[in-house]
């Protein structure tokens, strides 16, 4: 036998360089940032940047916003824009205000998830069956469902408002909520340990009484849904072939699957998120029904899902981040501010390692992404300048973080999104690609 066949037939040496998983890689930024977020916190003394209680605001605040985002990844994965998530979440709103006075808050929770597959129908009808613009159709239906919802607010509502001594006849307040739970024991030690401001430890233990104390049902279900979103879009056949309806519908047809089909229980199921997300804002985060009460949440929920890069652990971390900030509004100054330091730093890191991987380029291509880059760091060096040459944010501009966040987090992680190569494009049946 010769050498050379000797060598082909040895094992391959282990190779000895480190790589690090995809899972690996989500818990060391997960660990990063709540590092760097524990040492803001000791550094400025704003102990409410992640307090229990500011932490269970941005969690109320997350959840519809997830709701929406994934409503908007059922649609856009089949291949239809929906931009309709608003007010389809309204129409969830009004849905679940109606059965929760006249029967309970689970029926409630039916009624809103049942409004808002209602307005996914429509905008189903229009884009899929008669192909219309999915943004023209998205945007009427949003103000559609805004003058239905303040309509049937008044027809219903009024009446029911004046025999209980309630508000105006656009509200219906001091509706059932949704069972909550607290799990003993833990529940104390982490309250007790979040308040001794411990670096990193009270943190963590900030992050477990948030889902050990007075948590709502309607919440865990919310991530239930997340989990289950993840599984049947990416481990089912079912799945796999709504997917490919997103991406080459013509394709999928010539392999069988009923792509109009798949488009229509994608749009169902999308505009059945937003109603539910509809109903957690009128059942879980307020004490009730006010008209146009998502405030634009909707909207803030395509943003997340787009951050996302239409994938539901991305949707997750960019409605976490929504919800944050949306949360920010009941913050005080001193804790607004401090987080702009935590806000710097990350773009600095962020925009100092996008660089380092460009530099390493030398094609046209590569020169024009280093020069993309170097937005990061201006942006973190003005974040930084902000910090250091006031001593507050006005209680002004709080109240537009969600929607100054959304501008500015899309501006950044454009250049790495991909969308599903067929979405928005209107399909006809037969049609050749």
Request: hydrophobic residues 50%; proline residues 3%.
């Amino acid at each position: 036998m010769s050498a050379t066949t000797t060598e082909a037939k040895r094992p391959a040496e282990p190779t000895s360089r480190f790589r690090v998983t995809g899972t690996a890689r989500v818990l060391l930024i997960v660990a990063a940032v709540l590092v760097s977020l524990s040492a803001v916190r000791v550094l400025t003394g704003a102990n409410q940047i992640d307090s229990p209680g500011s932490l269970r605001a941005a969690l109320t605040a997350t959840c519809p916003i997830l709701l929406a985002a994934l409503g908007g990844l059922w649609a856009e994965r089949a291949g239809v824009v929906n931009i309709g998530l608003e007010g389809q979440m309204l129409l969830g709103t009004w849905g679940a205000a109606y059965f929760t006075y006249w029967y309970d808050p689970y029926v409630g929770l039916l009624g809103g998830i049942l409004f808002g597959v209602v307005g996914g129908l429509v905008h189903a009808v229009a884009t899929v069956t008669f192909g219309v613009d999915h943004i023209v159709s998205g945007v009427a239906l949003n103000i559609i469902a805004l003058g239905l919802t303040t309509f049937l607010a008044e027809a219903f509502f009024a009446d029911l408002n004046s025999e209980h001594g309630r508000g105006g006849p656009q509200q219906l307040t001091g509706l059932d909520k949704p069972a909550s739970f607290t799990v003993p024991g833990i529940s104390d030690a982490a309250n007790d340990l979040a308040d001794k401001q411990w670096f990193v430890v009270s943190d963590l233990a900030s992050f477990v009484a948030v889902v050990t104390t007075n948590i709502s049902v309607v919440t865990i279900g919310v991530f239930v849904l997340l989990l289950a979103t993840a599984y049947i879009l990416w481990r089912t056949r079912f799945g796999l072939r709504l997917r490919s309806c997103g991406e080459n519908p013509q394709a999928a047809e010539s392999l069988g699957v009923g792509v109009l089909l798949h488009k229509y229980v994608a749009v169902l199921i999308s505009g059945g998120f937003a109603g539910l997300g509809g109903a957690y804002l009128a059942l879980v985060s307020s004490p009730g029904f006010n008209t146009n009460q998502t405030n634009g949440r909707g909207y803030i929920g395509l943003a997340a899902m787009i951050f996302g890069n239409w994938r539901p652990g991305g949707v997750l971390v960019g409605s976490g981040m929504f919800g944050y900030t949306d949360s920010l509004r009941l913050r005080d100054p001193d804790t607004i501010h401090a987080l702009l330091l935590f806000v710097a730093f990350w773009l600095l890191v962020l925009g100092a390692w996008r660089v380092f991987k460009a530099s390493r380029t030398t094609t046209a291509l590569g020169r024009r992404s280093l020069f993309g880059q170097v937005g990061l760091l201006v942006a973190g060096i003005v974040f930084l300048l902000w910090y250091l040459l006031t001593d507050s944010v006005p209680r002004d501009l709080t109240s537009m973080t969600p929607y100054l966040a959304t501008l500015l987090i899309l501006a950044f992680a454009a250049q790495r999104l991909r969308m599903p190569k067929a979405d928005g494009q209107i399909y006809r049946k037969g049609s050749v690609g």
